[in-house]
Nanobody, 119 residues
Framework: QVQLVESGGGLVQAGGSLRLSCAAS????????MGWFRQAPGKEREFVAA????????DYTDSVKGRFTISRDNAKNTVYPQMNSLKPEDTAVYYC????????????WGQGTQVTVSS
């Protein structure tokens, strides 16, 4: 199993930007598709973005399209979501996740990092 540690969260004003990081250890992330999820207070965890193992394809939830960009550096075993034009509704705990190439579910999770966007 790969271990995931998120960093880069914090407090930002609406319209600002943050770049989160997800550092992986234990296995190379080339064995995994990588994703980001978030959970706001009182809400269920939701999918935000994902990038395939090769970095050649990405997917985003509609609410972040055009504002968030997910990328991966396989040499550094790290995944980054660049989050621009942040809105108060982006406030949540953001989780990094990994899914092995043959799995249908996300099986490895980080501990999460808090992102708070003030209006």
């Amino acid at each position: 199993q790969v271990q995931l540690v998120e960093s880069g969260g914090g407090l930002v004003q609406a319209g600002g930007s943050l770049r989160l990081s997800c550092a992986a250890s234990g296995r190379s992330i080339t064995n995994y598709h990588m994703g980001w999820f978030r959970q706001a207070p009182g809400k269920e965890r939701e999918f935000v973005a994902a990038v395939l193992w090769s970095g050649g394809s990405t997917d985003y939830t509609d609410s972040v399209k055009g504002r968030f960009t997910i990328s991966r550096d396989n040499a550094k075993n790290t995944v980054y979501p660049q989050m621009n034009s942040l809105k108060p509704e982006d406030t949540a705990v953001y989780y990094c996740a990994a899914r092995s190439l043959t799995a249908s579910q996300w099986t490895c999770w980080g501990q999460g990092t808090q992102v708070t966007v003030s209006s």
